[in-house]
T-cell receptor, first 115, second 113 residues
Framework: AQSVTQLDSHVSVSEGTPVLLRCNYS??????LFWYVQHPNKGLQLLLK??????LVKGINGFEAEFKKSETSFHLTKPSAHMSDAAEYFC?????????????FGTGTKLQVIP | DAGVTQSPTHLIKTRGQQVTLRCSPK?????VSWYQQALGQGPQFIFQ???????QRGNFPDRFSGHQFPNYSSELNVNALLLGDSALYLC????????????FGQGTRLTVV
């Protein structure tokens, strides 16, 4: 069975400090993993994706994530938070099974950036 | 490339009414998925359409139905609206072969009163 766990529902950081949003997954097959960001009352924007190439993935706006198979983790990081990073972040896992693509969202992590 | 477009952006309906939401996928994509996102929650998968057929379905009642047209655009229909159907409805387009990201529209905010 496929599942995604975002370990923190809320994360608060000061502007200019590092960001760490944690995501663990389980999958029976070789998954693809994604991070999406959602600003208030907006749709979801792709930050980055892992699809079995390099395990360290760089995304937009200075975000990156590292796929660690042994830990079944795909944590999102950024060296220095900006006020505009305040949003909700979703970790997503997809796998192809039986010809179908199954997509599972995490419950989301709200990032607050304190000036 | 216009990306994924959804219409309308906002909608207010009365309990018991029916609603149709529309989605045009990103150019080159052949698969459309619909999600319901209640306030403060993550998106919940409703169903996915490919080649004009419903391919997968989440845990939603039959009041939720859909359609995909030959040009890959899609509609989501909800009958007998309940107050609990109030949510942001997101459309995502992708390639059926998978391994690629889904692109999301801005959503339709449905309010049932």
């Amino acid at each position: 069975a496929q599942s995604v766990t975002q370990l923190d529902s809320h994360v608060s950081v000061s502007e200019g400090t590092p960001v760490l949003l944690r995501c663990n997954y389980s999958s029976s097959y070789s998954p693809s993993l994604f991070w999406y960001v959602q600003h208030p009352n907006k749709g979801l924007q792709l930050l980055l994706k892992y699809t079995s190439a390099a395990t360290l993935v760089k995304g937009i706006n200075g975000f990156e994530a590292e796929f660690k198979k042994s830990e079944t983790s795909f944590h999102l990081t950024k060296p220095s938070a900006h006020m505009s990073d305040a949003a909700e972040y979703f970790c997503v896992v997809t796998e192809n099974s039986g010809g179908y693509q199954k997509v599972t969202f995490g419950t989301g992590t709200k990032l607050q950036v304190i000036p | 490339d216009a990306g994924v477009t959804q219409s309308p952006t906002h909608l207010i309906k009365t309990r018991g009414q029916q609603v149709t939401l529309r989605c045009s996928p990103k150019s080159g994509h052949d698969t459309v998925s619909w999600y319901q996102q209640a306030l403060g929650q993550g998106p919940q998968f409703i169903f996915q359409y490919y080649e004009e057929e419903e391919r997968q379905r989440g845990n939603f009642p039959d009041r939720f139905s859909g359609h995909q047209f030959p040009n890959y655009s899609s509609e989501l229909n909800v009958n007998a609206l309940l107050l609990g159907d109030s949510a942001l409805y997101l459309c995502a387009s992708s390639l059926f072969q998978g391994g690629t990201e889904a692109f999301f529209g801005q959503g339709t905010r449905l309010t049932v009163v």
